[in-house]
């Protein structure tokens, strides 16, 4: 079955400091895997997708197959970080897209 | 010019009502879906149409019937609403076809049943 844990509910972490959420996968096939942002009651954005191996607002996320993983770092915390975080991975079904989304990790920069 | 769009923002009714919530893309895209993210923030589908054709559809209560009337919009409709049916309800549409196409989300919904 296709799944997507992320296992922190809340991150918090300073300005300045080192961020990583976590995500990990369980997919059959070959993952497409994305980073969502909600900032608060907003809508979801795309942060980032690991085909396109980008990097967004400092952002970066490396698909780890050995490990089924794609975590989220930044080197440099901003306090404009603070959001929801959702992993997801997506497969076709007839041609519509099936996102299959994390719990979400809700990340707190503290200045 | 807001690329998905969904109204209300806001709605507030009783249980047993009936509502429903419009969506409109303007993306041109071919595929369109409704999320439902629940008070625990869990993002979960609902629904999916393909070219007005219902592709996917989760385990949801039909009480909820997604109408499309063209590859432009994709409506929720509510029936008999109950108080588990507070949550913020997201539309998003993609172009189908490729798996790693991005999806592009509305401001989402957000309905209180009480």
């Known amino acids: 079955a296709q799944r997507v844990t992320q296992p922190e509910k809340l991150l918090s972490v300073f300005k300045g400091a080192p961020v990583e959420l976590k995500c990990n996968y369980s997919?059959?096939?070959?993952?497409?895997l994305f980073w969502y942002v909600q900032y608060s009651r907003q809508r979801l954005q795309l942060l980032l997708r690991?085909?396109s191996r980008e990097s967004i607002k400092g952002f970066t996320a490396d698909l780890n197959k050995g490990e089924t993983s794609f975590h989220l770092k930044k080197p440099f915390a901003q306090e404009e970080d603070s959001a929801m975080y959702y992993c997801?991975?997506?497969?076709?079904?007839?041609?519509?897209?099936?996102?299959?989304f994390g719990q979400g990790t809700r990340l707190t920069i503290n200045p | 010019d807001t690329a998905v769009s969904q109204t209300p923002k806001y709605l507030v009714t009783q249980m047993g009502n009936d509502k429903s919530i419009k969506c409109e893309q303007n993306?041109?895209?071919?595929?369109m879906y409704w999320y439902k993210q629940d008070s625990k923030k869990f993002l979960k589908i609902m629904f999916s149409?393909?070219?007005?054709?219902?592709?996917i559809n989760e385990t949801v209560p039909n009480r909820f019937s997604p109408k499309s009337p063209d590859k432009a919009h994709l409506n929720l409709h509510i029936n008999s609403l109950e108080l588990g049916d507070s949550a913020v309800y997201f539309c998003?549409?993609?172009?189908?076809?490729?798996?790693?196409?991005?999806?592009?989300f509305g401001e989402g919904s957000w309905l209180t049943v009480v």
């Open positions: 998003a549409s993609s172009q189908s076809g490729v798996s790693g196409n991005t999806i592009y």
């Open positions: 997919y059959s096939g070959s993952p497409e």
């Open positions: 690991h085909i």
């Open positions: 997801a991975l997506t497969y076709l079904i007839q041609g519509a897209q099936k996102l299959v």
């Open positions: 993306l041109g895209h071919d595929t």
């Open positions: 149409y393909n070219n007005k054709e219902l592709i």
